[in-house]
């Protein structure tokens, strides 16, 4: 538990070294926090700040800088950040405007980037696993082209090689009948009635449609591995990252995305903003690198996240309202009919 004048002390270091990017001596300390204590007192106060791990001293210098649990207490404890109003979301509404998912979801990335001058993440909405339609057309000897087509109109293409050679005409009674009993179900739901069914249905019936299924669910998982990136190379002008090392590691993440899109996973779990701090997550074990996370929503359900990466040293309070508000923008695109 710090006292208030630790507090203030911490809360005023903290913001001058987000602003300006240098450690902070006591003799600013002293002018910006507004308290009368001699310089003294405050390289006590200071001291106690850094053995509770708050605060750290660099090597080549006698001022601090806030730690990771610095800047969490600081996130916790001190920041207010201001709500947005209808004015500001008609403002920044103009650059989102409704359309086709996969071009909300680039603009939101690129909008996120700018706005911060960091990295802009958003993965992309979850698809539904619903068959719409199915078709089977034959394209050589025991390979099938299957075609997948969702309630949103997108298709999914997936070449099937079969134990034997189908006639079109047999593909086309196949195409015919899965359509009239099986559409509209989610994959699993077919899944689920295909092993209650199978013993019912004609061998090549059953035969594809197991193949539909199988294929049909790895279209599916590949399409919700998505996530966006914009604006990697502003890493490269923060003055906090000079090791090309850890550069590196950070453009490696952004490059498999993997470790992102279990973040982002993460944090679409979580109602409204999440930050998370130098290594907190462990899932981007980057000490120099902060997240700040929000999910988005269509039609009232969590679809997707989105949020910005950048160095620990954020301005968190406009962070948070900049991830905030495209939330809600990227919400109302995406949930406005078409």
Do not use: C, W
């Not at 909405?125 to 997948?148: A, M, N, Q």
């Not at 679809?303 to 950048?310: D, E, K, P, Q």
């Amino acid at each position: 538990m710090l006292d208030e004048r630790a507090k203030t002390l911490l809360k005023t270091l903290v913001e001058r070294y987000i602003a300006d990017g240098q450690p902070v001596g006591s003799r600013t300390l002293s002018k910006a926090s507004g308290l009368d204590l001699s310089p003294a007192t405050i390289r006590n106060v200071m001291a106690d700040l850094e053995e509770l791990g708050l605060i750290a001293s660099p090597h080549t210098s006698a001022g601090r800088i806030p730690t990771a649990r610095g800047y969490r207490l600081f996130v916790d404890t001190m920041l207010t950040a201001r709500p947005f109003g209808a004015a500001d979301m008609a403002a920044a509404g103009g650059h989102l405007q409704p359309d086709q998912p996969q071009r909300v979801i680039a603009t939101a990335a690129h909008m996120l980037s700018n706005l911060s001058n960091f990295v802009g993440v958003v993965t992309a909405p979850r698809k539904t696993s619903v068959f719409h339609h199915i078709e089977f057309l034959r394209l050589g000897e025991r390979r099938v082209l299957l075609i997948l087509v969702a309630p949103d109109g997108d298709v999914q293409n997936r070449v099937i090689f079969t134990a034997r050679d189908y006639t079109q005409s047999e593909l086309v009674e196949a195409t015919n009948f899965l359509n009239a009993h099986y559409a509209g179900l989610t994959i699993d739901g077919v899944r689920e009635r295909l092993k209650r069914e199978i013993e019912a249905l004609r061998g090549d019936i059953a035969t594809l449609m197991q193949a539909a299924v199988q294929a049909g669910g790895e279209a599916l998982e590949e399409s919700e591995d998505q996530v966006v990136v914009s604006g990697e190379r502003n890493l490269l002008a923060v003055q906090d990252f000079n090791d090309m090392g850890s550069l590196r590691k950070m453009f490696d993440l952004f490059e498999q995305k993997t470790q992102l899109m279990r973040l982002l996973d993460v944090s679409s779990r979580a109602e409204g903003v999440r930050i998370y701090i130098g290594g907190e997550s462990r899932v981007v074990p980057f000490e120099e690198l902060s997240v700040v996370s929000a999910p988005y929503e269509v039609d009232g359900q969590v679809v997707g996240t989105l949020g910005v990466i950048g160095p620990t040293r954020m301005a968190y309070d406009r962070m948070i309202q900049i991830v905030d508000i495209t939330s809600r923008l990227v919400t109302n695109a995406l949930s406005q009919p078409r």
